[in-house]
């Protein structure tokens, strides 16, 4: 970003009091220059752009209109929040974001009064907002509570839990930022209900006068009440929210900034829970945004250009589209993540076989054992940190019934950047627990390969996990060399079995970089070691069998080490598999994982080395 740009309005509108004092005439080159800045700050800094585009004119109203933090305002997801990030005093801090000990890319209440809750999972705004709004109304406070939130995220089951349990009578205003888009473009019958949805310019004027009066005479309102609504719904049909008790204020262009000021004003003065419906078109002001929202809705630091090399998440999609060209059973499902999961390409082969089910990861679990049960192979792709969502499907609709669902775990382990809502720490932890589960663990495309073609045939629930991005060029060539053996998955080790080692570490994913990086450093300081690289961690007994076949004799102490949580995770139980075979004896354990923590991110340091678990810390524990 160039450090000499000038801004007339940037660096000294900080608060949303001052926001409030600007010339409505002023607004829409307000607008224009915070979109510049956007552009450029976030292709520097990588993020989301798209999204954060669509909602400047709406961010501007909102804050203009309430009055925060005295007000609360509850972003979902929170991906959009950068504008709000930015009238709300921290706008000389979005240098630092995404980065090490910088702000974060959503909305985070350890980071500013003004982020009323930490957001980062879709769909959860609705029930927290309820929340807010319910607080308020028993402690006796005026407060407002404004939800915002995209239309994808009505694909989620929770906003609808939370619509059912919506009281009138709040303070409650609930912002629909219709913009066709969740990251994929938004699918289902609630979308498609949307679009058909029109204001009527006198209408909700009308019905509050006359609701005024009529509540006064009793007999009369009940009478009209209901004649109103039969005759509505024969010339317009139902309005989903209407039907739940709420009221609905919209369509309006949520890009025209003094049209929706003017909205919220109104939804303001009605003192209850109400709809505003608002459209925005994602990516706003800049032109490849608007091209291609799905592309822009989350950017690298590259400014959104594709490096050369494949990401694990395409070559699972690759990998199972070709598969499926041969097996008629395979069906492949996202929960609105088909680009980020890597399924475009199954998609436009096998379309039939392809199912996005929306920001639904439970309903992607179930519908996956259905299919299954059903004599299908389905494979659902979620990320680890939105699989939490699904673990009552997983044991109950899945495990249980020993149905045949290959659960493709991405974004594994540490991810730089978006921090704790989206570090995979914990479905080692909580999906080795399960019975009928077995475990992948590849780190080579190669390997990813054979792990997905042997999940399928198992007949019995499988999970396979990889990290973001590609392949470790050091653990390729420390492991597989140039030709990569095609024998079962299991473990591999750098060593030969008669070599003559002190330590030997055990560990799965591309955290073995650090290992191999510490054996180099102990090595320096007299200290032999080698590592063993897991490719299938459960069933453990398995996995205790393959290290034992590499373990060289004489060896003195294990280290088990995982970018997973400590509590259940793989070390913890290939530890005690292994003592309780008395694998271990006369040897010396330790295990380095996550250890109670959510890993905050420090100025600086790399996750690792946020976690504890870097070369430098596996080397303390070798030379002790």
Do not use: W
């Not at 430098?616 to 524990?621: A, F, L, P, S, Y």
């Amino acid at each position: 970003m160039k450090n000499d740009e000038k801004y007339k309005y940037l660096g000294k509108i900080n608060t949303p009091l001052e926001l409030k004092k600007l010339p409505k005439e002023d607004m829409y080159d307000f607008a224009r220059e915070i979109r510049r800045y956007l552009v450029n700050r976030v292709t520097e800094n990588g993020g989301h752009l798209a999204s954060n585009l669509g909602v400047v004119e709406l961010t501007l109203a909102m804050h203009r209109v309430f009055d925060c933090p005295r007000d609360h305002v509850i972003f979902d997801v929170g991906h959009q929040s950068y504008v709000h990030k930015m009238l709300t005093g921290r706008f000389d801090r979005m240098e630092t974001l995404r980065k090490p000990g910088g702000i974060s890319g959503f909305t985070n209440i350890f980071e500013s009064e003004y982020d009323a809750f930490g957001a980062g999972h879709s769909s959860t705004s609705l029930s927290a907002g309820l929340g807010f709004a319910a607080a308020d109304k028993l402690a006796g406070r005026d407060a407002y509570t404004v939800v915002v939130l995209g239309d994808g995220a009505y694909t989620g089951g929770m906003i609808h839990e939370a619509l059912n349990n919506c009281e009138k009578h709040l303070n409650l205003v609930i912002i629909l930022n219709e913009n066709e888009r969740s990251i994929s473009k938004n699918i289902g019958r609630f979308a498609e209900h949307l679009a058909r949805i029109r204001n009527k310019s006198s209408y909700f004027k009308t019905k509050k006068v006359t609701g005024e009066v009529l509540h006064k005479i009793p007999p009369v309102y009940k009478i009209v009440r209901k004649a109103k609504k039969g005759l509505k719904s024969a010339l317009y049909g139902s309005n989903y929210f209407e039907s739940m008790g709420l009221t609905y204020l919209g369509p309006v262009d949520g890009n025209d900034f003094e049209a929706t000021e003017n909205l919220l004003r109104e939804a303001k003065k009605l003192g209850e829970s109400v709809i505003v419906h608002v459209r925005t078109k994602k990516g706003k002001g800049y032109m490849p945004a608007e091209s291609e929202p799905s592309f822009y809705h989350g950017i690298s630091p590259s400014g959104g250009k594709k490096s050369g090399a494949r990401s694990f998440s395409e070559m699972m999609g690759a990998a199972l589209t070709e598969m499926a060209a041969g097996d008629a059973r395979i069906c492949a499902i996202t929960a609105a993540m088909c680009d980020g999961t890597g399924l475009t390409s199954f998609k436009a082969a096998h379309g039939a076989r392809f199912f996005d089910v929306g920001i639904a990861e439970e309903h992607a679990l179930t519908f996956a054992a259905g299919l299954a049960a059903g004599g299908m192979r389905p494979v659902a792709a979620i990320y680890s940190t939105f699989l939490q969502r699904g673990y009552d499907n997983i044991i109950h609709d899945i495990a249980l019934q020993n149905l045949p669902v290959t659960i493709c775990v991405d974004r594994a382990g540490l991810n730089s950047a978006d921090g704790a809502t989206y570090h995979g720490l914990f479905d080692v932890a909580f999906l080795s627990g399960v019975p009928n589960m077995t475990i992948y663990t590849p780190v080579t495309e190669k390997a990813l390969k054979k792990a997905l073609a042997e999940s399928i045939l198992l007949g019995s629930p499988a999970a396979v996990r990889y990290p973001r991005g590609g392949e470790n060029a050091r653990i390729c060539e420390a492991f597989y060399g140039a030709e990569e053996n095609e024998a079962v998955l299991g473990a591999r080790a750098n060593f030969e079995k008669g070599d003559a080692l002190d330590a030997v570490i055990v560990t799965d994913g591309v955290i073995a970089a650090e290992a191999l990086l510490a054996c180099e450093k102990a090595g320096e300081k007299g200290v032999r070691a080698g590592v063993i690289l897991l490719e299938k961690i459960k069933p453990y007994g398995e996995c205790a069998q393959n290290v034992m076949r590499l373990l060289p004799d004489g060896v003195k102490k294990i280290i088990f080490l995982e970018e997973e949580i400590r509590a259940g995770g793989m070390g913890m139980l290939l530890a005690d598999e292994m003592a309780r075979r008395g694998m271990l004896d006369g040897i010396e354990t330790a295990i380095m994982a996550v250890d109670d923590t959510f890993v905050p991110r420090h100025s600086g340091k790399t996750m690792y080395e946020d976690a504890g678990i870097c070369a430098e810390d596996i080397v303390k524990i070798l030379l002790k």
